[in-house]
């Protein structure tokens, strides 16, 4: 999201502020579908997981949660969440980041399903 939110100059998909640009730190679930899930998996009539996994994977956990938090938020509880059960972390960038798993693998209804 950073590196296409801001250079391709996204606004917002909220009917009542179109004209509003997205920030990288702020953009949310709706504009994310918006710019990114339903462009790249429209063609293809599949979810955005199917589209980016090498594999079927079966969740470990569902995720319910409101669209309109940042993104970034999101990913923050997710990365959280994956510390407090005993993922691996490392830091990366001066922060303390998980280290991908198959442990922990996500439902999240925005990738999962067709839209």
Same mark, same amino acid.
């Given at each position: 999201? #950073? $590196?296409?939110?801001?250079?391709?100059?996204?606004?917002?998909? #909220?009917?009542?502020?179109?004209?509003?640009?997205?920030?990288? #730190?702020?953009?949310?679930?709706?504009?994310?579908?918006?710019?990114?899930?339903?462009?790249?998996?429209?063609? #293809? $009539?599949?979810?955005?997981?199917?589209?980016?996994a090498s594999?079927e994977q079966?969740?470990?956990?569902?995720?319910?949660?409101?669209? @309109?938090?940042?993104?970034?938020?999101?990913?923050?509880?997710?990365? /959280?969440? /994956?510390?407090?059960? @005993?993922g691996e972390?490392?830091?990366? $960038? @001066?922060?303390?980041?998980?280290?991908?798993?198959?442990?922990?693998?996500?439902?999240?209804?925005?990738?999962?399903?067709?839209?």
């Open positions: 999201l #950073d $590196g296409h939110c801001t250079v391709e100059e996204w606004t917002s998909s #909220d009917p009542r502020t179109p004209e509003m640009k997205l920030d990288p #730190d702020t953009i949310n679930l709706y504009d994310s579908i918006h710019w990114v899930v339903e462009p790249a998996t429209k063609k #293809d $009539g599949c979810s955005y997981v199917e589209l980016i594999s079966a969740p470990h956990w569902f995720v319910s949660h409101w669209w @309109g938090e940042p993104v970034k938020s999101f990913v923050a509880c997710l990365r /959280q969440h /994956q510390l407090d059960r @005993g972390w490392r830091w990366e $960038g @001066g922060e303390r980041r998980c280290v991908a798993s198959e442990r922990f693998l996500y439902w999240v209804c925005a990738f999962a399903k067709n839209l």
